[in-house]
């Protein structure tokens, strides 16, 4: 070989080497640079992917809470109703008991007391209602000076109503009120409430 051949291939190989670095350098610049970018690229998408569970988290807590709440809702009106179902089955039994109790020996006796009761309290010149048929177990009342007795027709199933107003004075003692006047009593001590 000759000295001009040694020295052109000494020059390629040398140009070769130098290609060979530049590739090399290159291709480490540019890993670096896929490296930086997939980097800043996982760390946005990580950012978003936080942001976006922490949004999904909240709103599926939004919407168990909403769902929570209505059935809580729903479970106290369906309690709401069955208490009230109960009371007004108890009230009805009690209505039928006062009924029979109307129709029995006791009540004319019961009626008279009262009706002289609430004459003493209304004092003279009052006015008392009774339900018609009631009337005649009255006729025996000693009444105070001027008190009248007169039919109601809203009394429905026994008791009394009476008024004074020259001394301001009225009262209902019929049966029924007395009845409803055990509503909210019944409702605080029947063991019935509603907690959820």
């Known amino acids: 070989m000759n000295e001009l051949d040694t020295r052109a291939e000494r020059f390629l190989e040398s140009i070769r080497a130098e290609g060979e670095a530049a590739c090399a350098a290159i291709r480490e610049e540019?890993?670096?640079a896929i490296n930086t970018q997939l980097d800043e690229t996982r760390k946005t998408?990580?950012?978003r992917v936080e942001r976006t569970l922490r949004f999904e988290t909240e709103r599926a807590k939004t919407r168990a809470n909403r769902d929570l709440s209505a059935a809580r809702m729903a479970a106290r009106a369906t309690?709401?109703?069955q208490r009230q179902k109960i009371a007004d089955e108890t009230f009805s039994k009690a209505r039928e008991q006062l009924a029979a109790f109307v129709a029995g020996k006791d009540?004319?006796?019961w009626l008279q007391k009262e009706a002289a009761s609430l004459a003493e309290t209304l004092g003279e010149n009052a006015k008392i209602t009774a339900r018609a048929a009631d009337?005649?177990?009255l006729k025996n009342v000693e009444l105070p000076a001027g008190t009248v007795l007169e039919a109601d027709d809203s009394i429905t199933l026994g008791g009394l109503k009476g008024a004074n107003p020259a001394k301001g004075v009225a009262a209902d003692d019929t049966l029924e009120a007395r009845l409803e006047a055990q509503h909210d009593w019944f409702l605080e001590n029947a063991g019935l409430e509603i907690n959820i």
Do not use: D, K
């Open 45 to 47: 998408e990580n950012a």
């Open 135 to 137: 009337l005649p177990l």
């Open 30 to 32: 540019t890993e670096r």
């Open 79 to 81: 309690l709401a109703a």
């Open 107 to 109: 009540y004319a006796a």
